[in-house]
């Protein structure tokens, strides 16, 4: 590929003026599109083309632009974050595209998640399940020493895995029933792996799980769509560690 | 918003689970569990004609001489079912209506055709049950064949079953209702071991071939039957004629 190769792309994009809006896809052509760009800095070229010709730009979630915030939140072609694994679309480069593709682009598409305005959600439902998750019990007064707590390797790096999730929503954007079990699983079984997270552990499965529940999503039925498209790679274990989490805590085991 | 407070776990909380989206998948998974020990339960029943007439005979005529059993284990299964359908179906239907735009261009990575058709798979086999149970439990799709006795007097259920499949229409059907029991059974063997939190990284990948050839494996050995009585490998009692 040449170092300054450009691409001339024709985009089907989402557009909805807002949530009562029932929206349809328009179609849009770009052109010298450079294969460095990001797939943001693609539409902020056709959103300048838009803005030239007096048209309403493309509305769309981004803020850090590095794959760590998780505000972007693009399905490209059916893919959420696009056809590169473990890259935010904010970090998936315009090089991954073909000269004169057609690239479809719409919202994180679950009932939990209504769209705002044209590819941008509402995602505070996350925000509700978080909050039902409480709090963990910590002493006060100074602060510990960095190593008075000592946590065996394996169990922090299975922690740091589940904490890599930033919470962007492809999971419940790529799977089948609109589930949000992967985004739930990765903060309970973040918590559950650590010594800090003990005193509340089931309780706050249960608790978190039950906000989930209320919030309109689907149900998990083992398909693994949400692990191929999570930026982080954040795996399907953490699942199993919420399943065994919730079924002993409502059984009232300890 | 403010946080919600925790609350402690209690004897209600056994009933919020079984509502909850995970003790809804441990129902299905636990209910599924019963039913796969039927259907290997079966396999080992059915297998049998392989032996002949008199052993496969005499083991149903065993089964229809314990009404006790039979009828137990009838009303249990029946239940074990309604029950595995009911939570599926609500759980499908939740589905459903948790993503009510659908995408207009669909992409799928690495989701199985086994487990994006469970729910059909599923209706194909309660269907295939159906069929079954009117062809060899009540006679009804070709009674000729049907109530025919052995020479010890006791229900001749090989000849039955030998002239039931001989047939090719029928056997057809039947191997089709085991192919979405084939399906039905590859997606739902390693889901089991995900439902219940059983995800070892070093064991998963083995569960998940395991489970894939174990649940076409074993509707390979049901449709060795009426295979068999195609080929010509189990045939008619001498003097019986069709
Ligand atoms: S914009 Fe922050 S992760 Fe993509």
């Given at each position: 590929m040449s170092e300054n190769?450009?691409?001339?792309?024709?985009?089907?994009?989402?557009?909805?003026?807002?949530?009562?809006?029932?929206?349809?896809?328009?179609?849009?052509r770009v052109q010298?599109?450079?294969?460095?760009?990001?797939?943001?800095?693609?539409?902020?070229?056709?959103?300048?083309?838009?803005?030239?010709?007096?048209?309403?730009p493309v509305a769309f979630d981004h803020d850090c632009r590095e794959g760590i915030c998780g505000m972007c939140s693009l399905t490209v072609n059916g893919i959420p974050h696009g056809p590169q694994r473990g890259t935010t679309v904010c970090q998936l480069h315009m090089r991954h595209f073909a000269d004169g593709q057609e690239i479809t682009i719409e919202p994180w598409r679950a009932k939990a998640?209504?769209?705002?305005?044209?590819?941008?959600?509402?995602?505070?439902?996350?925000?509700?399940?978080?909050?039902?998750?409480?709090?963990?019990?910590?002493?006060?007064?100074?602060?510990?020493?960095?190593?008075?707590?000592?946590?065996?390797?394996?169990?922090?790096?299975?922690?740091?895995?589940?904490?890599?999730?930033?919470?962007?929503?492809?999971?419940?954007?790529?799977?089948?029933?609109?589930?949000?079990?992967?985004f739930v699983a990765a903060k309970i079984s973040h918590l559950a792996k650590l010594p800090q997270g003990q005193p509340e552990r089931r309780e706050r499965a249960l608790a978190m799980v039950a906000a989930m529940d209320q919030e309109g999503f689907g149900f998990c039925s083992n398909q693994y769509e949400c692990e191929a498209v999570c930026p982080k790679e954040i795996s399907v274990r953490t699942i199993a560690v919420m399943n065994r989490d919730t079924l002993r805590a409502g059984l009232g085991g300890a | 918003m403010e946080a919600r407070p925790i609350e402690r776990t209690s004897s209600a909380s056994l009933c919020r689970l079984l509502c909850s989206?995970?003790?809804?998948?441990?129902?299905?998974?636990?209910?599924?569990?019963?039913?796969?020990?039927?259907?290997?339960?079966?396999?080992a029943g059915n297998l049998q004609i392989?032996?002949?007439?008199?052993?496969?005979?005499?083991?149903?005529?065993?089964?229809?001489?314990?009404?006790?059993?039979l009828w137990g284990t009838r009303?249990?299964?029946?239940?074990?079912?309604?029950?595995?359908?009911?939570?599926?179906?609500?759980?499908?239907?939740?589905?459903?209506?948790a993503r009510p735009v659908p995408y207009a261009f669909q992409n799928t990575v690495q989701a199985t055709s086994a487990s994006l058709t469970m729910v059909w798979s599923g209706l194909a086999i309660l269907a295939f049950v159906i069929y079954h149970l009117l062809h060899f439990t009540v006679g009804a799709v070709s009674p000729a064949e049907f109530g025919r006795t052995d020479p010890l007097g006791r229900p001749d259920a090989y000849t039955m079953v030998v002239l039931g499949f001989r047939h090719p229409a029928i056997a057809l059907i039947y191997a089709i209702g085991m192919f979405c029991l084939a399906m039905h059974l590859s997606h739902a063997i390693q889901s089991v071991f995900q439902t219940f939190g059983l995800n070892h990284p070093r064991c998963m990948p083995l569960v998940r071939r395991a489970g894939f050839a174990a649940g076409f494996l074993i509707a390979a050995a049901y449709v060795?039957?009426?295979?068999?009585?195609?080929?010509?490998?189990?045939?008619?009692?001498?003097?019986?004629?069709?």
């Amino acid at each position: 590929m040449s170092e300054n190769k450009r691409l001339n792309l024709t985009l089907h994009i989402w557009r909805q003026k807002n949530a009562a809006d029932p929206g349809r896809l328009a179609t849009y052509r770009v052109q010298g599109v450079s294969v460095h760009m990001s797939f943001l800095e693609m539409l902020d070229v056709l959103n300048e083309q838009l803005t030239a010709q007096g048209e309403e730009p493309v509305a769309f979630d981004h803020d850090c632009r590095e794959g760590i915030c998780g505000m972007c939140s693009l399905t490209v072609n059916g893919i959420p974050h696009g056809p590169q694994r473990g890259t935010t679309v904010c970090q998936l480069h315009m090089r991954h595209f073909a000269d004169g593709q057609e690239i479809t682009i719409e919202p994180w598409r679950a009932k939990a998640f209504p769209v705002v305005r044209d590819l941008v959600v509402d995602r505070s439902a996350f925000d509700r399940i978080i909050q039902a998750g409480g709090f963990v019990s910590v002493n006060t007064g100074g602060s510990p020493d960095g190593n008075a707590l000592p946590v065996p390797k394996k169990d922090a790096e299975a922690a740091m895995d589940a904490a890599a999730c930033i919470g962007c929503g492809a999971c419940v954007a790529a799977c089948k029933n609109a589930s949000a079990m992967l985004f739930v699983a990765a903060k309970i079984s973040h918590l559950a792996k650590l010594p800090q997270g003990q005193p509340e552990r089931r309780e706050r499965a249960l608790a978190m799980v039950a906000a989930m529940d209320q919030e309109g999503f689907g149900f998990c039925s083992n398909q693994y769509e949400c692990e191929a498209v999570c930026p982080k790679e954040i795996s399907v274990r953490t699942i199993a560690v919420m399943n065994r989490d919730t079924l002993r805590a409502g059984l009232g085991g300890a | 918003m403010e946080a919600r407070p925790i609350e402690r776990t209690s004897s209600a909380s056994l009933c919020r689970l079984l509502c909850s989206s995970i003790g809804s998948k441990a129902l299905v998974a636990l209910t599924g569990l019963a039913l796969f020990g039927f259907v290997l339960g079966h396999l080992a029943g059915n297998l049998q004609i392989f032996a002949g007439q008199e052993t496969f005979n005499a083991y149903a005529h065993w089964i229809k001489s314990k009404p006790a059993l039979l009828w137990g284990t009838r009303l249990g299964l029946l239940a074990v079912l309604a029950v595995h359908l009911g939570v599926s179906v609500r759980l499908a239907r939740r589905n459903r209506a948790a993503r009510p735009v659908p995408y207009a261009f669909q992409n799928t990575v690495q989701a199985t055709s086994a487990s994006l058709t469970m729910v059909w798979s599923g209706l194909a086999i309660l269907a295939f049950v159906i069929y079954h149970l009117l062809h060899f439990t009540v006679g009804a799709v070709s009674p000729a064949e049907f109530g025919r006795t052995d020479p010890l007097g006791r229900p001749d259920a090989y000849t039955m079953v030998v002239l039931g499949f001989r047939h090719p229409a029928i056997a057809l059907i039947y191997a089709i209702g085991m192919f979405c029991l084939a399906m039905h059974l590859s997606h739902a063997i390693q889901s089991v071991f995900q439902t219940f939190g059983l995800n070892h990284p070093r064991c998963m990948p083995l569960v998940r071939r395991a489970g894939f050839a174990a649940g076409f494996l074993i509707a390979a050995a049901y449709v060795s039957i009426p295979a068999a009585v195609l080929a010509g490998i189990v045939t008619l009692p001498p003097g019986v004629s069709p």
